[in-house]
């Protein structure tokens, strides 16, 4: 069974997701960063800028088919299609479909944004009441 995560109290989400794609990089895991089409666009900006001592290699969703499949961190609208399914990070404000078939799904919850806060409630609710355990991660405390 898929193991869901939340982590709360993310400062910057898109920053965040910079920092977490690094990690499960450097992991040797596969990633999908499920995002709206803009969001993706600055995310893929940001890595695009990282220093390159924290390179992550990473593509979008429509690139060559060759490339999607080595690539070790793929940024999709619709990760269901995405070619590996080890950790997918959803930025979605919904559960994206398709998360079942990923092995680890970790949700990021702004700090300050009280809709995402409510969104990430009706979407923990989901994933409880079909029956997900869900660890939760909370950033302030971990930073602290």
């Known amino acids: 069974m898929t193991?869901?995560?939340f982590h709360f109290n993310a400062p910057d989400k898109l920053a965040?997701?910079?920092r977490f794609a690094r990690k499960v990089q450097r992991s040797g895991s596969?990633?999908?960063?499920?995002?709206?089409p803009q969001a993706l666009a600055a995310l893929d900006r940001m890595l695009w800028n990282l220093g390159p001592q924290d390179f992550v290699a990473h593509c979008t969703?429509?690139?060559d088919e060759s490339l999607l499949r080595v690539s070790p961190v793929v940024?999709?609208?619709?990760?269901?299609?995405?070619?590996?399914?080890?950790?997918?990070l959803n930025l979605h404000a919904e559960v994206p479909q398709?998360?079942?078939?990923?092995?680890?799904?970790?949700?990021?919850?702004s700090?300050?944004?009280?809709a995402d806060r409510s969104g990430a409630r009706v979407r923990w609710r989901f994933y409880a009441s079909q029956g997900y355990a869900i660890v939760r991660h909370d950033l302030v405390l971990k930073a602290g």
């Open 75 to 88: 940024l999709a609208v619709e990760p269901a299609a995405a070619p590996h399914q080890d950790v997918l």
């Open 98 to 109: 398709g998360f079942e078939r990923f092995e680890r799904v970790v949700e990021v919850v």
């Open 111 to 114: 700090a300050q944004d009280e």
């Open 16 to 18: 965040y997701a910079c």
């Open 61 to 63: 969703q429509d690139a």
């Open 3 to 5: 193991e869901v995560a």
């Open 30 to 36: 596969r990633l999908v960063i499920a995002a709206p």
